[in-house]
């Protein structure tokens, strides 16, 4: 299933193929699966409970707890983007690739994929009556910490272990310390995105930013749809922006954490920083609120990352400039 996950994620292709063999066939897998639940959720025809329905089964044949046959086959025919829909065809494939992964692979691939699904799930409750009419917000912000982690701190822990189990890399930190690490890396990806694509997500009817801080400037979730409400969020987003730019600076201590000679580690570790740290340079000259604007990194500049980074990585003062003199 390589070629379906360079198609259904280009950028995270990019960063999994420099990965060592034997952590890069349960990381990959585990995201398809991620991947998969994701497009169900995502699945608007459908109603929110029969998508939670789906999702709940999807999550139990993980698990192992439930052997009936899923099809997915009549959620195809609903996706704009046909690697997804070849996806969704595609999942008995992915669960039996699943069942044939090592034991402790096959664990921690279950462990992630609950709190994925469960971060999926919560979103689709909070979501159901959500509409462009109806703006509904997250109330604090735990609560977004919270949505982070599920659906993407989860996996910076899921790959710190991963990469311990099978590398044993005796880095200058403890494994504690990486997954901490590694937690707030995934927390910061998933913070950029959801500052990136507010306009998109606002017109659906999801408001990530909490209640109790759009309150704090005088704005009610239902204004962020007035692009001549940028001034007065910016407070607030710009503080959220922050946090995550601080999340991806530590992401770059974990990826140096990492003994030089994991050169492929390291290298895949750093490419989603750098993406993330080009597109928060974008997002902070922006029209946050505009949907018209659609802020991201052009393909040009994430080849040129690439190369950058290949070319960096044996040269200690270009790896250093390259992650923005944030050296430790």
């Known amino acids: 299933m390589r ?14 193929q420099w990965l060592p063999a034997g952590v890069r066939e349960p990381i990959r897998l585990a995201y398809l699966l991620a991947r998969t639940s994701d497009t169900i959720a995502d699945t608007t025809r459908l109603p929110a409970d029969e998508r939670l329905a789906a999702l709940d089964q999807f999550g139990r044949r993980i698990a192992g707890t439930d052997s009936s046959p899923v099809n997915f086959q009549p959620l195809s025919a609903d996706q704009g983007n046909p690697a997804e829909a070849i996806l969704l065809t595609r999942t008995e494939e992915a669960l039996t690739l699943l069942n044939r992964l090592p034991e402790q692979d096959r664990h921690l691939v279950r462990q992630v994929l609950a709190t994925i699904i469960s971060g999926q799930s919560l979103d689709l409750q909070r979501f159901a009556n959500a509409s462009e009419s109806n703006v509904i917000p997250l109330a604090t912000a735990d609560d977004l910490e919270d949505y982070t982690y599920r659906v993407a701190g989860c996996v910076g822990e899921f790959w710190t272990r991963v990469c311990f189990a099978h590398l044993q890399p005796r880095c200058e930190r403890s494994e ?59 407070p607030v987003f710009d503080a959220w922006l922050d946090r995550a730019q601080a999340h991806l600076d530590e992401g770059w201590l974990y990826t140096n954490a990492y003994p030089h000679r994991l050169a492929r580690v390291r290298i895949s570790c750093a490419l989603p920083i750098l993406i993330g740290w080009r597109t928060i340079d974008l997002v902070r000259t922006g029209r946050v609120l505009d949907p018209a604007t659609r802020i991201k990194v052009s393909r040009r500049s994430v080849q040129w990352l690439v190369l950058r980074t290949l070319l960096s990585h044996p040269f200690g003062f270009l790896w250093c400039r390259l992650g923005r003199d944030r050296c430790a």
């Open 3 to 16: 070629d379906l996950l360079r198609q259904v994620s280009r950028s995270f292709y990019l960063s999994l």
């Open 176 to 234: 504690a310390d990486m997954i901490r690490l590694g937690v707030h890396y995934g927390q910061g990806l998933q913070l950029v995105n959801i500052l990136r694509d507010l306009p998109r997500d606002l017109r659906q009817g999801r408001c990530y930013l909490p209640l109790e801080q759009l309150r704090s400037v005088s704005l009610a979730p239902r204004e962020l749809l007035d692009a001549r409400s940028e001034p007065a969020l910016r």
